[in-house]
Each structure stands twice: as structure tokens, then as C-alpha cells.
């Protein structure tokens, strides 16, 4: 995965078998299979920018655990795989207990809206830990926007009537209701 120059380049089965070990649900891996091809094939671009096409970090900033020569756009499928993790295999405790508001959570995930915020605050955000020269910089940016974009979908679902909210979210999206 070394030194792709567009996101299209990741379109890859042995890329897509190396990302999905350990996912064993048969329906997650589907799923997760088809967040990254969708990402690769159609919304590559909103990775085009040569901002993505540099490295992470440059040599004499690098540190245990980055990706020796992997560009920025190496990070992009791994954070699809975290985001999906937290909204459908590891659900935060917040919503033990409660099927409603972890139905609505999950219906809350939007994978064009994750990609582009994930662009936009890569780019903005690039620097924002460098002053800790002992971290994996890149994972740990990755892990903040992930963290950032999950409390946003908590937020929407501390509401009084999840039930209508998930009819709405079905209605719009055309799922069975």
C-alpha cells in the first residue's frame, strides 16, 4: 500500500482481505467490504487533493508504528473500519439496554458524511499533535476524528421520541420500516 497516488488505486481484493482479519460476522464483513469499495470507487475523490499524497510524517519526525512510506491516503481505509467497529460491532455503553437508541445511532452513520468530514479535518488537523514526538501521530489523529464524529451521533440520539425519529430516518432513506 505504499505510495498510491488516489484512493482509486486501494480498489484491491487482496487490500479489502488484508483489512478485513478478524472481522468474522459474515454480515459485518459484507457490510465493511462494501464501505470500502464504495469509498474506493466512488468517493475517491473527496481524497484527491495532493494534501493526501504526502506522508504522514516526514523521516526525522517519524516514530514507531507509522507506516514506512505510506501516505496519508494508507490511513483512510483503516478509519472506515474503526468508525464501522464503533457504530455496529463495539456500540458504546451508553446504549446497553437500549435497542431503540442504538437502532437510531446506527441509522445515524453516513459513510459520504464521514468521508468528507475525515478529509476536511485531516486537513485541518495534520499538525495538531505534533509536540508529541513518542505517539503514532496518524492513528492517533485518525482515533480523534473518529471519537469526534461518534459523539456527534450521540448527541443526535439523546432525543425524547427515538421511535418517531427512526420512522423519519427509514422514510427518507426508503428502508422497511
Do not use: W
Request: overall charge negative; some cysteine; proline content about 2%.
Amino acid at each position: 500500500m505504499i505510495d498510491k497516488k488516489s484512493l482509486s488505486e486501494y480498489d484491491n481484493d487482496d487490500i479489502y482481505d488484508a483489512l478485513l482479519v478478524g472481522v468474522k460476522d459474515p454480515e459485518f464483513k459484507k457490510h465493511l467490504l462494501e464501505l470500502y469499495q464504495d469509498t474506493c470507487r466512488i468517493h475517491y475523490h473527496l481524497f484527491e487533493d495532493d494534501f493526501f499524497k504526502q506522508r504522514f510524517f516526514s523521516d526525522e519526525n517519524r516514530v514507531y508504528g507509522d507506516i514506512e512510506g505510506d501516505n496519508i491516503l494508507g490511513y483512510i481505509l483503516p478509519a472506515i473500519r474503526r468508525v464501522f467497529a464503533t457504530f455496529f460491532i463495539n456500540i458504546p455503553t451508553i446504549f446497553n439496554n437500549d435497542e431503540k437508541r442504538t437502532e437510531l445511532f446506527q441509522l445515524h452513520f453516513n459513510l459520504v458524511e464521514f468521508l468528507t468530514e475525515l478529509s476536511e479535518k485531516l486537513k485541518n488537523n495534520i499538525t495538531i499533535l505534533d509536540d508529541f514526538k513518542n505517539l503514532d501521530r496518524g492513528s492517533e489523529i485518525l482515533q480523534l476524528i473518529v471519537n469526534d464524529y461518534v459523539s456527534s451521533k450521540i448527541k443526535k440520539t439523546r432525543i425524547n421520541n427515538p421511535t418517531q425519529e427512526i420512522r423519519q430516518i427509514k422514510l427518507e432513506r426508503h428502508l422497511k420500516i
